[in-house]
Structures are given as C-alpha cells and as structure tokens.
C-alpha cells in the first residue's frame, strides 16, 4: 500500500522535513482544517506527558478528534493480532499513532495499514522529537547547515531520530558517549550518508561538545531498561551534562533536552535552569511540529 508513514526522520526526504517545519510555523488557520471529521488513534504502551497532549492538541487544530487508548486496553498480540487491531482501527481513524516497546511493532502496523501511522516513541527511535528538536535549532540557530550539534550520553531511541534529522539538514554531529554506548561504524556511516556535514564520535562529553552550537541530551535509563539502572549510573557518570561540558561551546550555545530530566544525573540544575537552556521552547515546539506533521500526511503543501 502507497500510504505515507512516519516511523523514522528518514521517511521524510530532506524537501518533506523542509516542508513540515514550514508547516509547524504557519497560522494554524491557513492549514484549512485538513482533519475535519476525523478521527486519530493515540496508543500509548508506556506513559507520556509531552507526545500525548501535544499530538492530541495537534489534531483539534486541525478539526479532528483524538482517541486516547492504553496499550494494555488493545493489548497487541495478547488480546489480539497487531495486524487485527490496526486494520480495525483503520476503518475508524485516518491516522493511527502509537508508543511501543517494540519498533517491530510499528513495522508490522505500516505493512497492514490503509491509514499513516506515526511513532511515538519505540525503543529504535523518537522522530516526533526530532521534529520539535530541529525546529527548535532552526528558531534559535537559524539555518543549520554547518553548525555543530553534540550529543551527550546514550545513543538512544531520541539520539538516533536527532542526529538523522540534523544530518538531513547539513549538520556537523559530535557523539559523546560511555564506552559500548554509542553508535557503532555502520551507523555513523549511515548517518554520515544523510547528508551531515561531519560525524565524529568521543568518549568524552567536554570533547564532543567542543565548538557546539547546540548540546542535547537525555535519560541515561529509558523506558524498558529500569533494570539496568545500577550499572547505567556507573557507566555514564562522567557524563552529566554540567558548566563545564558548556563552557567549550560555541558563543550563544544552546541546551536542550526532550524530557523528562533527571537534575544532578544526566544534566546539572545549573544548565537546564539558566540561561542556555531551551528546553521548555522545545517542549512546547512538540505540538506545533506534530501538527506540521499531521498536515504534511494528510496532503497540504508550503
Ligand atoms: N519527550 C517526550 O516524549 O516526553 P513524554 O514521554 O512525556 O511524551
Ligand atoms: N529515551 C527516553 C525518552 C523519553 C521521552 C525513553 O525512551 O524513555
């Protein structure tokens, strides 16, 4: 089926991404109400702030109407099939959004679907993140081709969805991350491929975030890996976030972070409460770039 998805950033060719940050920035009333009468499932398998209310308010801006259901409520592959719940859903809703552990999930919901689906977060990747993420950049930063941004921490689910965002616009990218953290050769050179300016990898967060324009990071324990937290707060100890990992930026850096956020863990109180944070921009960004999102699916052009 010739539907478009939105699984991962690299769905989107580097036009597409264009065209959805024009569509995050534009009067909400010059979209043309392109959900009107509509439905969109919202599944959730784990819990949410940020994704839930942002792409619920997304879709009311643009006429349609969310439907708000717990995994354990369609309970994929207990109570029934992935492919059952999703074509069921199809004949309902005209997208279908869902938060999994499993990307394989996702996966199997895009190959049996008549209706866009949309990750909101797996244990691959989080592209509605990388959407407000690089939004965020364009409004701060303007144009980003060959600026710096440095990832510190875990090569995560929201790590991997940045730094093929921020590849697709022209991005240099500096990895800093604990040893068997990181990303591993094929995927800088995949990352690489995308179009970054550069990609370089460091186990060491003040070396990664030397010359950055942006330095982003996120939990060191994610959703699904509670058990590993013990080791987690061993190995990632060096790379707390802190007035020294800044202090090798850029002039007029930036911090960012998707939340939520662990103080005096992964970022320092100092950083993500002073002056060079954004993170609340950031948050706040996940609607306008979900609704981009949603309008770009649904067919309108900028
Ligand atoms: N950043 C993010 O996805 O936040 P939530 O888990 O609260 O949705
Ligand atoms: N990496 C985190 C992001 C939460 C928004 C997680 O998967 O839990």
Redesign the pocket.
Known sequence: MNIRHFLDITDLSARDLGSVMNLAQVEISSLGRPLSDKGVALIFEK??????HSMEMAVVQLGGHPIFTRGEEVGFDQRETVEDVTRIMAGYHHVIAARVFEHSILQRMAAVSSVPIINM?SDHS?PL?ALADLLTMRQELGELRNKTVAWIGDYNNVARSLVEACALDGMHIRLGCPDGYGANEIELSRIANLGAASVNQFSSAQTASTGAHAVHTDVFVSMGQEAETAKRMIDFKDFCVDSEVMANTAKDAIFMH???AHRGVEVTSEVIDGAQSRVVTQ?HN?MHAARGLLAHLMGVTR
Not at 47 to 52: E, K, L, Y
């Open positions: 819990p949410s702030n940020r994704t839930r977060l989080h993140q998707c939340l939520p948050a996940r």
